[in-house]
T-cell receptor, first 112, second 113 residues
Framework: EAQVTQNPRYLITVTGKKLTVTCSQN?????MSWYRQDPGLGLRQIYYSMNVEVTDKGDVPEGYKVSRKEKRNFPLILESPSPNQTSLYFC???????????FGEGSRLTVL | AQRVTQPEKLLSVFKGAPVELKCNYS??????LFWYVQYSRQRLQLLLRHISRESIKGFTADLNKGETSFHLKKPFAQEEDSAMYYCALRGLSGYSSASKIIFGSGTRLSIRP
């Protein structure tokens, strides 16, 4: 089944403890992106990648890192999480230069 | 700067009534507009795009460049239309714009029986 898979789906952690949210897609999409969803603010783009080894900042990249070593994977790394990173995170993928995105189920992160 | 505005957080209408979800955008070049939908316990998914000019599940949306709007409409609401709806924009000018897909804050549509 063609899909975007995120893990973990739920995570509670403490300030400063490094964590990684994985994202994998099996549709051979060039484009991948991370969004965070917060009440009243909609989906805000964190980072995106146009292809392997090509990543760029979105609108809210502070406190996050990403890597794109393989086409299918696009992990989101929080080196030192803080409470303001408590949010619902979505990974998405799509063919390059189209606006059709395929989303993961979301990862709800709580930083205490 | 690119911006998408959905002025209504919540829209509640009766079954069979017409629905209009508002979306206004700000973009200096030529945009591509989309509507995404998230049904309860399902993933966010594309509903329709302005380029296709198609009707999906009875919904249509027309891009009005003069008013910079892309409102989503359906003449007769059904209970299964209850969901969260997001308007999104992709710029068609320049590398960075093509990479940014900007979403509005979303409107929760609730259809009352």
């Amino acid at each position: 089944e063609a899909q975007v898979t995120q893990n973990p789906r739920y995570l509670i952690t403490v300030t400063g403890k490094k964590l990684t949210v994985t994202c994998s897609q099996n549709m051979n999409h060039e484009y991948m992106s991370w969004y965070r969803q917060d009440p009243g603010l909609g989906l805000r783009q964190i980072y995106y990648s146009m292809n392997v080894e090509v990543t760029d900042k979105g609108d809210v990249p502070e406190g996050y890192k990403v890597s794109r070593k393989e086409k299918r994977n696009f992990p989101l790394i929080l080196e030192s999480p803080s409470p303001n990173q408590t949010s619902l995170y979505f990974c998405a993928s799509g063919r390059k230069n189209t606006g059709e995105l395929f989303f993961g189920e979301g990862s709800r992160l709580t930083v205490l | 700067a690119q911006r998408v505005t959905q002025p209504e957080k919540l829209l509640s209408v009766f079954k069979g009534a017409p629905v209009e979800l508002k979306c206004n955008y700000s973009y200096s070049g030529s945009p591509e507009l989309f509507w995404y939908v998230q049904y309860s316990r399902q993933r966010l998914q594309l509903l329709l795009r302005h380029i296709s000019r198609e009707s999906i599940k009875g919904f249509t949306a027309d891009l009005n460049k003069g008013e910079t709007s892309f409102h989503l409409k359906k003449p007769f609401a059904q209970e299964e239309d209850s969901a969260m709806y997001y308007c999104a924009l992709r710029g068609l000018s320049g590398y960075s714009s093509a990479s940014k897909i900007i979403f509005g804050s979303g409107t929760r549509l609730s259809i009352r029986p």
